[in-house]
């Protein structure tokens, strides 16, 4: 996202000075359809699917229209006039390369946030499918004279626009949180190295440190949470749990961990203990 922002102020800002290049540099004397080739340049590429097109591609589009109207218009390529000729060509191939790279951005944009609300949706049928389940069930339901329903819902036009920002905001939050929680993961897995187990569960992540004292554990921890506040500028919750003192089995590990994350004045036992899988990060 920061990618984009900065793509889309630095065309903002070349558009702005190229422009207002002839008020810069008097001797600059840049053909008029130039301009108006630019800014059709940009709009093309904005509005179309071209940015996913090679830069060569999209240059062999436009450089011809180019040349042309630089006939038409009766304007002269080399001599005295080349510097104009090259800053004209100049000025087109930036323009595309810079909305090329807007677009690309706002396309990945785009596809990020397809793919975490596809990603919560549960599986269903397409019509296509569906619709050959719903005969039969007509059927049975026919044969055996039993009830049955069947619904169309769609919704309301005047409640989407609300709905669309809410889930808009919600979907910039989970992207950001998943972008957080993948920083975090490669700060555990840059300061663990010599442990090298990080797992995630649910919200939070598991980490291994075998063979390790509870001076050791303490000094890890500080250093965690230094790394984090430095690189990440993120304040870590970190609890823990000690074998075999504090807890004997996997189980009970990971729950008197997670407890003692939640409220670090928690009083382990070993038969603090609730069942519970964690998913690898890496290993």
Known sequence: MRRL???IMVLIGWLFFFYNIERLSEPINIASFVYVLVALSCIFVILTPAYQLQLHWIFAGIVPIYIVLKIYFDYPFFGSNLPITVTEFVAIAVTLVLSRMVMQGVAGAR????ELTLSQLREGFPFEAGQSLIYREIRRARLNDRPL?????SPEKDSLAVAIDRFVKEAQEEIMTRYVDARIANMLLDELQDFNIVTQRNDHFIALLA????ENVER??????????????????????LF????VTFEQLVSNAERRM?????RLRV?????????????
Not at 211 to 214: G, L, M, N
Not at 220 to 241: D, F, W, Y
Not at 271 to 283: K, S, W
């Open 244 to 247: 075999p003192s504090e807890a």
């Open 149 to 153: 329903a069947l619904l169309a819902i």
């Open 262 to 266: 939640i409220d670090p004045t928690h």
């Open 5 to 7: 922002q900065i793509a």
């Open 111 to 114: 596809e990020a946030v397809a």
């Open 220 to 241: 890890t921890i500080k250093q965690l949470r230094a790394a984090s506040a430095e690189k990440l500028g993120v304040q870590l919750k970190i609890g823990h749990a």
């Open 211 to 214: 063979e390790t004292s509870p």
């Open 271 to 283: 038969d603090d203990g609730l069942p519970g899988e964690a998913a690898t990060v890496n290993t």
